[in-house]
């Protein structure tokens, strides 16, 4: 009787597995056709902005805001002024200057304008450049340290192109 069991569920099994394949073929499919469509709408909806896009390009002889020459400082790595722990910052940034070109007295300054990074990054807490307020006002305190570094408002903005704390 055992040997009936086990040659009754054998047959069993290949159309389970048959069953299981063809299955999953459907299901495949059915994936396949609608990411086509998902990507089919896509691809006509970018045309479509593609179009708007060049309808709303600013018309010839309207002047584009200027943008000036940017200077990228190497990256600071500083310790922040929290008493309770021992608290990072590393940053990098780069510079824009109003004009099109690096003022010519710049680079003999870049050891005194890092001083006073350096300094004003380490003054900072945690809490103080955890904010996007914090950090729009650490911005704001490093332009007006490094023009008067360089005795002149020749720095437009500063920009940070990288923002760790631990």
């Known amino acids: 009787m055992a040997e009936e069991e086990a040659a009754a569920a054998e047959p069993a099994a290949p159309e ?5 394949g063809k299955l999953l073929l459907l299901v ?4 396949l056709l609608v990411g086509g469509g998902v990507g089919a709408w896509f691809g006509l909806l970018r045309g479509h902005r593609g179009a708007e896009a060049k309808s709303e390009a600013p018309a010839e002889g309207t002047k584009l805001p200027e943008h000036g020459a940017l200077v ?3 990256p600071f790595i500083v ?8 608290r990072y910052l590393k940053t990098t940034l780069q510079l824009e200057f109003y004009d099109a070109k690096v003022p010519e007295v710049f680079p003999t300054l870049v050891p005194q304008i890092r ?6 990054f380490s003054s900072r807490t945690f809490a103080e450049v955890r904010t996007p307020e914090g950090k729009l006002e650490l911005r704001e305190d490093a332009i007006n340290r490094i023009n008067r570094a360089l005795n002149k408002d020749l720095v437009k903005a500063v920009y940070f192109t990288e923002f760790v704390v631990q």
């Open 16 to 20: 389970k597995k048959g069953g299981r």
């Open 72 to 74: 990228a400082l190497d």
């Open 79 to 86: 310790n922040l002024g929290d008493e309770d722990r021992a």
């Open 28 to 31: 495949g499919g059915v994936v």
């Open 115 to 120: 001083d006073l990074l350096i300094t004003l």
